[in-house]
T-cell receptor, first 116, second 112 residues
């Protein structure tokens, strides 16, 4: 079956522009996660959805970052007024039930954002 | 909070050599432990996991044992292949904190 897909795969934005990154999780997966991966580092948690409810957004670095999952399937991560420090790979992951830590999270290929 | 510390790379090995990547963790609860792998040009994928103390996870010839007494989850493979060249990430989550906490990753290159 299809895995997690993300689009675009690459995005170049000028500083100050707004961007929107899309994630299509595996069909039937209740939980969806966003992570940010800086160059040479491990992924860091941004936010978590259970169906359409955003249960944890403690990792969002500023109020310029906003995520939504209005119908409990596709999710969009939006970054307003991008800054150079936002340059990173943004990873989306889904799982059957994120509340069970032993459940595997399946990752998408990521969107590489470069802010110039 | 939860954190993971793993061996810094890069690591370069010859084919059929023994590989070990050290991973230690700090957690407030009772974590599940994971090794994820990222092959060149591909996304992160789960390599193996262990959900309680003394469990051994294994897959594709890799093994790791959950050691609560030393808070470690070291990854090992007895005979690596060129196809094992990748970045390896140690990670944890616990029942109080479903999100994954990752180490910085270790880049492994296997030469023929």
């Amino acid at each position: 079956g299809a895995g997690v897909s993300q689009s675009p795969r690459y995005k170049v934005a000028k500083r100050g522009q707004d961007v929107a990154l899309r994630c299509d999780p595996i069909s039937g997966h209740v939980s969806l996660f966003w992570y940010q991966q800086a160059l040479g580092q491990g992924p860091e948690f941004l936010t978590y959805f259970q169906n359409e409810a955003q249960l944890d957004k403690s990792g969002l670095p500023s109020d310029r970052f906003f995520a939504e999952r209005p119908e409990g399937s596709v999710s969009t991560l939006k970054i307003q007024r991008t800054q150079q420090e936002d340059s990173a790979v943004y990873l989306c992951a889904s799982s059957l039930d994120g509340r069970a830590p032993s459940y595997e999270q399946y990752f998408g290929p990521g969107t590489r954002l470069t802010v110039t | 909070g939860n954190s993971v510390t793993q061996m810094e790379g890069p690591v370069t090995l010859s084919e059929e050599a023994f590989l070990t990547i050290n991973c230690t963790y700090t957690a407030t609860g009772y974590p599940s432990l994971f090794w994820y792998v990222q092959y060149p040009g591909e996304g992160l994928q789960l390599l193996l996991k262990a959900t309680k103390a003394d469990d051994k996870g294994s897959n594709k010839g890799f093994e790791a044992t959950y050691r609560k007494e030393t808070t470690s989850f070291h990854l090992e493979k007895g005979s690596v292949q060129v196809s094992d060249s990748a970045v390896y990430f140690c990670a944890l989550s616990d029942r109080f904190d479903y999100k994954l906490s990752f180490g910085a990753g270790t880049t492994v290159t296997v030469r023929a």
